[in-house]
């Protein structure tokens, strides 16, 4: 929490000293619209997270099994852990610094300069160096079209509310529902390891989590909010 506290106070100070802004232009605040945008974004990445990762589930063959030792305490652990680190990487990625280079930039490239940075990012957060060009091309494709989806709902909606919905959604369901996280076991395990993806397969949930679903969110948000915020 600590680490939230001080980036949300760097990112104030940093909109005071260049716009003379408060923190509120990034729309931060809830209202009805913005909470409601949340829940829609959350809810629509959770599904579409279950898919992929049970989709794999039964392409590996191996089932999910309740965790008996992971109860009501530590599933609420596990979404506290996992908001706030949604939170953290919004704050850095789509607060102030995206804030400023749209203010500067085609809303476009700032949201490209976004969505490299957070690709990067992930280098170092998923111990990248040292795996291979393959595995870190592909970790950056992936999140870098996850930083891009993030960052152009919060460019179209002026809310960071809403890409902390989509960035939740999905993070809680794999890591505190189906263990595909840093927490380890969670609500849900594998029953066995199953079987390897084959190069179909693997290309298959690549492009649903490349192209697919960052797709149907910017499409969606592109049509809904050309003139408005929330």
């Not at 490299?116 to 592909?138: E, K, L, N, T, V």
């Not at 993070?171 to 390897?196: E, F, H, Q, T």
């Not at 290309?203 to 969606?220: C, D, H, K, S």
Request: charged share 15%.
């Amino acid at each position: 929490m600590l680490g939230v506290l001080v980036v949300f106070a760097i990112s104030w100070l940093l909109l005071w000293l260049i716009e003379r802004e408060h923190i509120t232009v990034l729309g931060i605040l809830s209202n009805s619209k913005r909470m409601k945008a949340f829940s829609i974004g959350m809810i629509v990445m959770a599904v579409f997270c279950l898919i992929n990762l049970l989709g794999q589930a039964y392409f590996k063959e191996f089932n999910y099994v309740r965790n008996i030792d992971y109860g009501i305490k530590e599933s609420l652990n596990g979404i506290w852990w996992t908001f706030k680190a949604a939170f953290f990487e919004e704050l850095i990625f789509r607060g102030a610094l995206l804030y400023l280079l749209i203010k500067r930039l085609d809303i476009n490239w700032a949201c490209i300069i976004s969505a490299i940075a957070f690709g990067i990012y992930h280098w170092f957060s998923y111990q990248m160096f040292g795996r291979g060009f393959i595995p870190m091309a592909y970790v950056f494709i992936l999140t870098g079209a996850s930083g891009w989806m993030f960052a152009y709902a919060f460019a179209k909606t002026k809310s960071i509310l809403v890409p902390l919905g989509l960035h939740f959604g999905w993070i809680v369901i794999s890591i505190v529902v189906l263990s595909a996280g840093p927490l380890g076991d969670s609500l849900y395990v594998a029953d066995s390891k199953g079987v390897d993806l084959n190069g179909w397969e693997q290309l298959l949930f690549f492009l649903f989590q490349a192209l697919v679903v960052p797709g149907i969110i910017t499409w969606y948000i592109f049509k809904n909010y050309k003139r408005r915020e929330v």
